[in-house]
């Protein structure tokens, strides 16, 4: 077998991707090897057909050559092996494994999986009733498909010529256009949710740290009023100002009220109220007693702001 240790560790990668995603259903089928050119091709063809692979059948696959061989290397777990011609137009420059393949008999909900595993999904098409994917990783490459290469029909290579591959929406048949868009939509929506969700828990998971930061914040706070001319003031102002800088690195700034503010329930907790001297001072605020904060950007409060607040008659 040519660059087995390649192709060992090609597979291995190759089922690790397959788990992270969460792809179900699928099983390993075939590896394919990608020649630079025809005379290339030849080559291999005569090393594949010598090492422990068996010639199977050969198609014309948009201008090139592809055969398959019956993989007798049951330590590989692969059915098949894919010797490949380059493309009229390719310009490669060297010969390699590209890609291993896997075979499913639900595509869609294969499809589905794989855009939701956080992998790139690249040229999902259907030729002929052959549907198939790739996702694209930094390691490995994994083509998915409905039908194993060792399915395709001998016919193939006596005159049936597929088109070269085209655009996503080109090369869909309508019916399965639609149904491509349904899914790319119920995918991003469930990737919006997701991200949400995953986002507030992150914060929620957080706000206990930060109700006990903003409370050592207080203790500081009150430190400072109350010794001004300590000593120890300056290095309480510094590890003061550290822990605010701390909270707005992650998101958490203060709910900024001020004496004379209108009060308002749902930004502020009234902890007692007082007579207001004129009706103007109705419902103000006299005293700020403790600060409020929030995390912006959810938009979730960590502790509303203790006021006084003044009323006016009755």
């Known amino acids: 077998m040519i660059d087995k240790n390649i192709l060992v560790q090609m597979i291995e990668d190759s089922k690790k991707v ?43 696959h948009a201008g090139r050559r592809i055969q398959v061989y019956d993989c007798l290397d049951e330590s590989l777990g692969l059915d098949y092996i894919e010797l490949t011609e380059p493309k009229p137009s390719s310009k490669l420059v060297k010969n390699e494994w590209e890609y291993v393949t896997y075979v499913t ?42 039908k194993s290469v060792g399915q395709i029909e001998q016919t193939e290579s006596e005159s049936a010529v597929i088109e070269p591959e085209q655009t996503i929406e080109k090369s869909l048949e309508p019916d399965y256009k639609e149904k491509y868009a349904r ?30 930061l903003v409370g ?12 001004p001319d ?15 800088g701390v909270l707005k690195e ?14 308002s329930a ?8 007082v007579p207001a001297p004129d009706a103007k001072q109705d419902n103000t605020v006299q ?15 960590i502790r509303l702001p203790k006021v006084i607040v003044a009323k006016f008659g009755g």
């Open 18 to 60: 397959i788990g992270d995603c969460g792809v179900s259903g699928v099983k390993l089928d075939s590896a394919n090897f990608q020649t630079k050119s025809k005379e290339d091709f030849e080559k291999f063809a005569e090393k594949f057909e010598n090492a422990d692979s068996k010639f199977l059948l050969e198609v014309d």
């Open 105 to 146: 008999q639900n595509f869609d909900v294969c499809l589905k999986e794989a855009l939701s595993g956080g992998y790139k999904v690249k040229k999902i098409r259907e030729i002929d009733g052959t549907k198939y994917f790739y996702v694209l990783t930094p390691k490995v490459t994994i083509q998915i498909r409905n």
């Open 183 to 212: 899914l790319m939509a119920d995918f991003e929506n469930y990737r919006r949710i997701q991200e949400q969700q995953n986002g507030m828990a992150a914060v929620n998971s957080k706000v206990g740290l930060f109700a006990d």
């Open 216 to 227: 050592v914040l207080d203790d500081f706070d009150r430190a400072i009023v109350s010794h």
């Open 230 to 244: 300590d000593a120890a003031t300056d290095g309480f102002k510094a590890i003061y100002d550290k822990l605010v």
């Open 250 to 263: 992650n998101g958490v700034e203060e709910m900024v009220v001020n004496t004379g503010d209108q009060f």
């Open 266 to 273: 749902s930004n502020m907790e009234a902890v007692t109220t």
């Open 287 to 301: 005293e700020v007693l403790q600060k409020g904060y929030l995390h912006v950007e959810s938009g979730k409060v």
